[in-house]
């Protein structure tokens, strides 16, 4: 089926550990971001991608890395784990041009302990 | 940084009970969008706005988009238990052309049968 794919569903991590989010949509979207969402706190913006080849800052990207390996893929990366990084992760995409609203995954859940 | 502020944070509600909530900003808004996102998943986009005073419905759900563009309600009409969850407003500001979705910090709606 169309739309956005993120792995893993579930990852626990201890502190300082590091990992990568992975995110794939395959809608030809030009437009990815990462979002986290914590209890109470809404969905609050990391980073984006406007399109193959750039990335950019967004609400709260202290703490995280990303890298827009292609046009599919937009991928989030902890280099030191921390609890404050406990949250559940969407990525979204979103086809620039139009009026059209964000298409999001599924999420990772994300524990560090 | 631009924000919406929505209300009400949560709802709880009988089945065929009519729900309302709204999201309101200081600032001009050009596309409101209300988003559903159910346990375990990523928010679903339920209709999108896109000129000042538009009514759309979306079977049960109505929204409009202010005539002020500061201001956006969702209505869904004769309750029923799968309308549980999460529902988002979202945003796109009407300064600088940003391409990038404000999101409010959402309403947790629980319907009882």
């Known amino acids: 089926n169309a739309g956005v794919t993120q792995t893993p569903k579930f990852q626990v991590l201890k502190t300082g550990q590091s990992m990568t989010l992975q995110c794939a949509q395959d809608?030809?979207?030009?437009?990815m971001y990462w979002y986290r969402q914590d209890p109470g706190m809404g969905l609050r913006l990391i980073y984006y991608s406007a399109s193959e080849g750039t990335t950019d800052k967004g609400e709260v990207p202290n703490g995280y890395n990303v890298s827009r390996l292609n046009k599919r893929e937009f991928s989030l990366r902890l280099e030191s784990a921390a609890p404050s990084q406990t949250s559940v992760y969407f990525c979204?995409?979103?086809?620039?041009?139009?009026?059209?609203?964000?298409?999001f995954g599924s999420g990772t859940r994300l524990t560090v302990v | 940084g631009q924000q919406l502020n929505q209300s009400p944070q949560s709802m709880f509600i009988q089945e065929g009970e009519d729900v309302s909530m709204n999201c309101t900003s200081s600032s001009i808004f050009n596309t409101w969008l209300w988003y559903k996102q159910e346990p375990g998943e990523g928010p679903v986009l339920l209709i999108a706005?896109?000129?000042?005073?538009e009514l759309t419905s979306n079977g049960r759900l109505t929204a409009q988009f202010g005539i002020t563009r500061k201001d956006s309600f969702l209505n869904i009409s004769a309750s029923i238990p799968s309308d549980v969850g999460i529902y988002f407003c979202a945003g796109r500001p009407g300064q600088g052309g940003s391409e990038k979705l404000v999101f409010g910090k959402g309403t947790k709606l629980t319907v009882n049968p």
């Open positions: 809608m030809n979207h030009n437009s």
């Open positions: 706005l896109y000129k000042a005073g």
């Open positions: 979204a995409s979103r086809s620039t041009g139009g009026a059209s609203g964000y298409t």
